[in-house]
């Protein structure tokens, strides 16, 4: 019994400083000044945009219907859309180099005296060496000798021209080299002069994987009735070699590259690899030395693109939207007054404050206000002609709306990109 008086005596003090914590608060927000107030308890719409920093009317009055990005809309004259690339160079080869030591060298020896000669020479790629070997042309000079690279003996003996060129292990190369050439032995004096040094480097270039993206719209990715990609092979060094190539992780390819194979390749690609938004195609080698060109993705689609989306109206914002006696109202304006002046106008804004009316705004946003943008827009079964170079295009459509549910389409005359689309309820 005393441990539940407890959990009751330690429940009722935490619900006190909850209590005591809201009523600091609300004094808080209370005493704060007006603008910071409103800043604070200002909540943000999201999706309905300004069309200036004045703005007449505040956000808290506009209602939310739809906000999408569609992006780019197609009016497909030719019935095909090209995604071209940029050539692809995919290899695994191995690239040789030469590199110039010296002219010439000297070294000697003597009983009691050693003088061999030391060359340097930087690597800037050994890790990926394939084979390294060293050039030279014995000017003077017989009897044995030693080498070393990078303390490591490399070579010991009489040069004799089958001995040539001296391949240096990979395993002893690094970025900074020394080649180290010493007279064996000798009891007299022995010197040896070397002409024309030189490393013949042979390493590894890989470029075994390319990806490439591409954009699909909504519009595209709907009308799709077939898709190609085409391009010409070009082998830089002849081989063979495989290739796969993906497209969103999905193979669309894979076989030997053939160098005597004449002619454009062209791979059928299943509608359903292809995706709206970004999209990857993928080329992967295992060996040799190929170039594709003139690389596209062509797709054979409908007519015309068609971004069709639906919006919602309740039935208390709709209730602001037709109001019959608003109608009424104005209409005995336009009975008692001729339209343009100023007691029209009265009337209209006395109708207009007595009745609390909505407005549903459809607005859209381009990426320019210098091309033109075409299109038949249907609201329901209604539609208007929208002709603009504008950067954005405004329109009431309160007449086109009904209650519940709507739906909007719009059928592109000529392409053109729309940033974002949107309706909302605004007041009159």
Same mark, same amino acid.
């Given at each position: 019994m005393r441990e539940r008086r407890g959990a009751l005596e330690g429940g009722a003090a935490v619900a006190a400083f909850v209590l005591l914590l809201a009523l600091f608060i609300i004094v808080y927000v209370i005493l704060l000044p007006a603008e910071q107030r409103d800043e604070l308890l200002k909540y943000d719409t999201g999706t309905i945009p300004s069309d200036s920093t004045e703005t007449t009317q505040t956000e808290l009055n506009k209602v939310s219907l739809l906000a999408v990005s569609p992006g780019r809309v197609y009016k497909f004259d030719e019935d095909t859309i090209k995604k071209e690339f940029n050539n692809i160079a995919i290899y695994s080869k191995i690239t040789e180099e030469l590199i110039d030591l010296r002219d010439k060298i000297y070294f000697s020896r003597t009983l009691f005296s050693n003088t061999p000669e030391t060359v340097y020479f930087r690597l800037e790629n050994a890790e990926v060496a394939d084979k390294v070997d060293l050039y030279f042309f014995l000017a003077k000079g017989s009897g044995d000798i030693l080498i070393e690279l990078n303390g490591q003996k490399v070579f010991d003996g009489k040069i004799i021209t089958q001995e040539l060129p001296i391949e240096l292990p990979k395993n002893y190369l690094k970025k900074d080299n020394?080649?180290?050439?010493?007279?064996?032995?000798?009891?007299?004096?022995?010197?040896?002069?070397?002409?024309?040094?030189?490393?013949?480097?042979?390493?590894?270039?890989?470029?075994?994987?390319?990806?490439?993206?591409?954009?699909?719209?909504?519009?595209?990715?709907?009308?799709?009735?077939?898709?190609?990609? =085409?391009?010409?092979?070009? $082998?830089?060094?002849? &081989? !063979?070699?495989? #290739?796969? %190539?993906?497209?969103?992780?999905?193979?669309?390819? =894979?076989?030997?590259?053939? $160098?005597?194979?004449? &002619? !454009?390749?062209? #791979?059928? %690609?299943?509608?359903?690899?292809?995706?709206?938004?970004?999209?990857?195609l993928e080329f992967n080698i295992d060996k040799g030395d190929f170039i594709l060109e003139d690389v596209v993705l062509e797709l054979e689609v409908s007519e015309a693109s068609e971004e069709e989306y639906t919006f919602f109206i309740e039935d208390d914002d709709y209730d602001y939207i037709d109001v019959p006696d608003y109608d009424l109202c104005i209409d005995e304006c336009k009975d008692s007054y001729t339209k343009g002046t100023t007691d029209y106008t009265d009337c209209v804004a006395d109708c207009d404050s007595e009745y609390e009316v909505k407005n549903v705004i459809l607005r859209m946003k381009f990426d320019n206000k210098i091309d033109s943008k075409k299109a038949k827009i249907f609201i329901n079964d209604i539609y208007f002609n929208m002709d603009t170079k504008d950067e954005i295009f405004k329109k009431d459509i309160s007449d086109y709306v009904q209650r519940g549910a709507n739906y909007i389409k719009i059928e592109p005359r000529n392409d053109f990109t729309i940033g974002s689309l949107n309706i909302y309820l605004e007041e009159k």
């Open positions: 020394t080649l180290k050439f010493i007279v064996k032995s000798a009891i007299f004096k022995k010197e040896f002069e070397l002409s024309d040094l030189y490393l013949k480097y042979g390493f590894m270039e890989e470029n075994k994987k390319v990806k490439r993206t591409f954009v699909m719209t909504s519009s595209e990715e709907k009308g799709i009735k077939k898709a190609e990609l =085409k391009y010409y092979l070009n $082998c830089v060094n002849l &081989g !063979e070699g495989l #290739l796969i %190539i993906n497209l969103n992780n999905n193979q669309i390819y =894979k076989g030997k590259v053939l $160098c005597d194979t004449a &002619g !454009e390749t062209v #791979l059928d %690609i299943e509608k359903d690899f292809l995706k709206e938004d970004t999209n990857v």
